[in-house]
């Protein structure tokens, strides 16, 4: 009876965590520049890559964190010399975080809300060479909400599968 409940009560807060996040929105603060944790990773958000042809030269965009500063998201140089959007922690967080297209552009999720912020309209202007997007959520609940909903949905061979996790 007691593991019932525990579970329910865990239910309870993954879900209030989740509300949380899309009646508060899952937008704080920026970063400071010279935020450590991406420092030397890549060039000034919003540059153009060096020694492109014009074809391939990509305007970065700016990184995305979590509410520990965790980088999600940031731009850096592929072994092709191209830009390409780097997830240090792979999936995690994918449906929140969202998706680009082969030209930069945002597609869904916080990359396709947030596009003109992430992505400023002119590369050379400094004044939108401004901190990463922070995030409210938490890493660590993410990765283990996630990792219940898969075991939830392998459980119960269902299709798909969604949860809600709110701090109140």
């Known amino acids: 009876m007691t593991k019932r409940i525990f579970i329910r009560i865990l239910y309870l807060f993954i879900s209030l965590f989740i509300c949380g996040l899309v009646f508060t929105g899952c937008f704080g603060e920026r970063v400071r520049e010279g935020d450590k944790s991406e420092a030397g990773l890549r060039p000034a958000p919003g540059s153009l890559v060096p020694n492109s042809t014009f074809a391939n030269r990509l305007r970065l965009r700016r990184s995305i964190a ?5 980088i999600l998201a ?3 140089t592929g072994k092709d010399g191209l830009t390409e959007r780097y ?7 994918m449906p929140v975080l969202g998706y680009l297209d ?3 552009r ?8 947030y596009d003109r912020i992430l992505l400023p309209a002119d590369a050379t202007d400094k004044k939108n060479h401004q901190e990463p997007l922070i995030l409210s959520i938490d890493r660590r609940i ?3 909400s996630e990792k ?3 075991w939830q949905i392998d459980r119960l061979k269902a299709k798909q599968g969604s949860q809600i996790i709110m701090d109140v």
């Open 66 to 70: 979590d509410r520990s500063r965790s």
């Open 74 to 76: 940031l731009s850096r």
């Open 87 to 93: 997830h240090p922690y792979g999936d995690l967080a």
């Open 102 to 104: 082969g030209y930069g």
């Open 106 to 113: 945002g597609l869904d999720g916080i990359e396709y809300a």
């Open 142 to 144: 993410q990765a283990l």
């Open 148 to 150: 219940n909903l898969r």
